[in-house]
């Protein structure tokens, strides 16, 4: 998956995968996290995704990467925030009271840049990188965040009916990716009500690592 298919999805406002609303297994389990009010949380690939105005509305602060410097800059006009911003190599990061957003190749940010993290809530990233990127990015998710607990939201799908993304994601490839170092345990599994895209089966699943 090339950043340019990402770039030309936000410029064309081609963007589904934008919930209207906080992510109903957010709300309902980001308690399982363990992050107390005032600790931070990392979103990868957060997109302006509204899961960040509701974990900023219960005294949460956010950091997040982003590809899309157009999402970035609808995120904060969305939240009503002067962001400011600064370079750090490769990477602009837009900042705010409580909220940090990097905006680039998420390969580019280092731990030293992302500081601490109290947890991570993956529902964006996993799921929208094809199987070659996937094991790279868990190792180097883990590497910046140093393997805080993680909120993991993800679609399982059969993946020969549907190109991704978002990509299916399995029992096994999770525990592929995580299972040396985090205990693995799936909260839920629901089905997706009215089909996914093209099919009429498919669970959407959040799993927590420890």
Known sequence: MQ????????????????QPEANHFLTKYMSQLELPVGGRVFLPLCGKSLDIHWLLAQGYAVAGAELSEMAVQQLFEELGLEAAVRHEGTLKCYSAPQIDIWVGDIFELDKQ???P?????????????????????TQHLMAITGRVRQLLICFEYDQSLME???????????????GSDYQISLLEAVPVVGGFRTLEQADEKAVLLI
């Open 3 to 18: 950043a340019e298919f990402w770039y030309e999805r936000w410029a064309s406002n081609d963007i589904g995968f934008h």
């Open 117 to 137: 993290v109290g947890a991570v809530y993956d529902r964006a990233a996993l799921v929208a990188l094809p199987l070659p990127t996937r094991h790279r990015y």
């Open 164 to 178: 991704g993304p978002p990509f299916s994601i399995t029992d096994t490839e999770v525990e592929s990716h995580y």
């Open 113 to 115: 840049a992302l500081g």
